[in-house]
T-cell receptor, first 116, second 110 residues
Framework: GAGVSQSPSNKVTEKGKDVELRCDPI?????LYWYRQSLGQGLEFLIY????????KSGLPSDRFSAERTGGSVSTLTIQRTQQEDSAVYLC??????????????FGEGSWLTVV | DAKTTQPTSMDCAEGRAANLPCNHS???????VYWYRQIHSQGPQYIIH???NNETNEMASLIITEDRKSSTLILPHATLRDTAVYYC???????????FGQGTTLQVKP
């Protein structure tokens, strides 16, 4: 079956431009996560969606970052007025019934963002 | 959220068992221990998870101490393709999100 799908796989953008990154979770998964990983660094939690509950936005680094999840499925991470420090790989993950901590979280291959 | 402590790096000879330790002394009773690995330039790959009992699957075994304050991931016959960063994570019991530490870089050598 299909895993977590992310697009674009690579994106080069100019400083100051807005970018949108898309995530298609595994079908039927109610929980969706976004993480960021800068070069040579660990994974940084950004935001977490669980069903119809209010998302956990505690990891978003600034108000330039936002995310939506439409219809409980596809999610879009938007970065406005990109800065060079936003360059990183943005990873999406999903899991069934996220509040049950025994469920497995599956990651996509990421969207590589380079801000020049 | 419980924090985890792992060695920064480890080496293992090809064909030998790789034993990766993790300390999570502040873990709560209903929090699971998860292991993921990340091979260069790829998304994290799920390996195994457990609560109290030892667990085994086709990839690895997870040994959790009786007091649950530490665990060990065992790759029974390491191959060169097992070279990766291995993350030990305790899953937050209230929101379910995974908080990653710096992990252990495992280098499997021929």
């Amino acid at each position: 079956g299909a895993g977590v799908s992310q697009s674009p796989s690579n994106k080069v953008t100019e400083k100051g431009k807005d970018v949108e990154l898309r995530c298609d979770p595994i079908s039927g998964h109610t929980a969706l996560y976004w993480y960021r990983q800068s070069l040579g660094q660990g994974l940084e939690f950004l935001i977490y969606f669980q069903g119809n509950s209010a998302p956990d936005k505690s990891g978003l680094p600034s108000d330039r970052f936002s995310a939506e999840r439409t219809g409980g499925s596809v999610s879009t991470l938007t970065i406005q007025r990109t800065q060079q420090e936003d360059s990183a790989v943005y990873l999406c993950a999903s899991s069934p019934q996220g509040f049950h901590s025994g469920n497995t979280i599956y990651f996509g291959e990421g969207s590589w963002l380079t801000v020049v | 959220d419980a924090k985890t402590t792992q060695p920064t790096s480890m080496d293992c000879a090809e064909g030998r068992a790789a034993n990766l330790p993790c300390n999570h002394s502040t873990i709560s009773g209903n929090e699971y221990v998860y292991w993921y690995r990340q091979i260069h330039s790829q998304g994290p790959q799920y390996i195994i998870h457990g609560l109290k009992n030892n667990e085994t699957n086709e990839m690895a075994s997870l040994i959790i101490t009786e007091d649950r304050k530490s665990s060990t991931l065992i790759l029974p016959h390491a191959t060169l393709r097992d070279t990766a960063v291995y993350y030990c994570i305790v899953r937050a019991s209230n929101t379910g999100k995974l908080i990653f530490g710096q992990g252990t870089t495992l280098q499997v050598k021929p």
